[in-house]
């Protein structure tokens, strides 16, 4: 099944404990996407990347890395947690390098809570 | 000011009623206009999308925009309790690589 997965789905942690949120994708798609979505706000556009080792900043970058080692995989690093960084997280991706115009599927999700 | 606006609802409408659903943006280098459906505990899917200005029909649903007025709308046309979720316009420009998405507007659609 074709398909975007994302793990873990739900965590919980202390301010400033590193951690690693993984996203893998199936589809051999070529664009891979990080997004946060927060109530009022909307989804926002974390990093982004076109290919391997191919990545750029979004509209809210700060606090966050990512990395693309390898096409089917973009895991976002959350190097030093802080409070306002709980949020419910999305990755995406889609079969072109640019996303223009492409369907992003999405991962189902991965809700964070930083105590 | 955001770069993209959406009503943000909530929108409850009884079943068979046309919705309309809406995003007013301020950059016109906005070239592809995208509406997402998102229900309750799962991730966006892609309903539609267009290129530039002009609508754009598939079943139920009409895309529209107007980039002149930096305006675009989704029509529901009978609308179905299966279609209670949360809609989310996006757009990007001709680079397609930086996505911007409105808050959302959560649709109820009553049987």
Redesign the interface.
Known sequence: EAQ?TQNPRYLITVTGKKLTVTCSQNMNHE?M?W?RQDP??????IY?S?NVEVT?K??VPEGYKVSRKEKRNFPLILESPSPNQTSLY?C?SSL?A???????Y????TRLLVL | QKEVEQDPGPLSVPEGAIVSLNCTYSNSAFQYFMWYRQYSRKGPELLMYTYSSGNKEDGRFTAQVDKSSKYISLFIRDSQPSDSATYLCAMNDNYGQNFVFGPGTRLSVLP
């Not at chain 1, 009022?40 to 556009?45: E, M, N, V």
């Not at chain 1, 640019?98 to 992003?104: C, D, I, K, R």
């Not at chain 1, 999405?106 to 999700?109: L, S």
């Open positions: 975007v664009y996407s997004y009022g706000l909307g989804l926002r556009q982004y076109m750029d979004g509209d999305f995406a072109a640019t996303g223009a115009g492409e369907t992003q999405f991962g189902p999700g």
